[in-house]
């Protein structure tokens, strides 16, 4: 299995994944030619890739989505409640193309089984998912003000997880970010904390986790040295060994990240 991240933050996301003859992607959330750059920059042609899943439907997650499904016939797969309050943003959906999923049965794409959880955030139905090509195990968890029950029973023993990182919250509390947007984004139905996140990513690594990929850095509220060091020093200090005992590394916001193979 391979991942990359293509995009992450909050000016667009996306995500690659593939296995064998299976590619993915999850969000589209920058327009289609940014996005299909970032493929050919990690050698992959947006033509082969086989499907979209989405997480939620606001715009830094979705703003490519309809261009590319209809530039290569690439089926979306949302739940209802998000299809429901995307589609009027998406333009013309071509009916084969229009695919749900729920949040209490696993499906199949060609080489993947996909199982979707439940984050909490500001959308209607926001959704994280674990991907399984048989051998290894990947999750993906951003956009959620808490950590949930159905993250916690999805998340560990996966080989790689992508967790949100969001912000620091001196950072939040001191910035110039007005005072009913600071509640939203520490709020439960916000974004994850840098500590958080690290609490989070040390339960995750006494259950397996070999590779964790901090994501979806506020460029206002946080830095990735930050992101990075928080996490790094609660794993230390639980006597966790870099580099030997997991892998840790920061998505980039505006670019093409590192390829990971699992």
């Known amino acids: ?5 293509l995009y992450s933050g909050s000016s667009g996301n996306s995500l690659f ?29 947006p033509s082969e890739i086989c499907g979209i899943l989405v997480t939620h439907e606001h715009s830094d997650h979705i703003h490519g989505l309809g261009v590319l499904s209809r530039r290569f016939d690439l089926p979306i797969y949302a739940n209802q409640e998000t299809w429901d309050a995307m589609a009027d943003g998406l333009g013309k959906i071509a009916p084969h193309n229009m695919r749900t999923f729920d ?14 959880f439940k ?47 969001n912000h620091d919250p001196s950072m939040l509390e001191a910035g110039r970010y007005p005072f009913y947007l600071k509640q939203r984004i520490k709020s439960d139905f916000g974004h994850l904390s840098n500590e958080i996140a690290a609490k989070t990513a040390l339960e ?31 794993l230390t200090g639980a006597g966790v060994v870099l580099e030997k005992d997991v892998t840790l590394c920061v998505a980039k916001r505006s670019g093409v990240s590192e390829i990971i193979e699992l």
């Open 17 to 45: 994944i593939s296995n064998n003859e299976t590619k993915l992607l999850v969000d589209a959330g920058l327009s289609g030619i940014k996005i299909q750059n970032a493929l050919k920059t990690i050698g992959e042609n």
């Open 119 to 165: 984050t909490s955030h500001d959308a209607v139905a926001s959704a994280g998912f674990s991907i399984n090509n048989g051998k290894k195990r990947l999750g993906i968890a951003t956009d959620s003000g808490l950590i949930t029950t159905e993250m916690m029973e999805t998340l560990p023993g996966c080989d790689l997880v992508v967790l949100e990182s």
């Open 103 to 116: 949040f209490e049965q696993a499906f199949s794409l060609m080489d993947f089984e996909i199982k979707a």
């Open 204 to 234: 995750l690594v006494k259950t397996g986790t070999k590779k964790l990929v901090l994501a979806h850095l506020s460029e206002e509220n946080n830095y990735p040295l930050l992101a990075y060091e928080t996490t790094a020093c609660i």
């Open 1 to 5: 299995m391979k991942f990359c991240s």
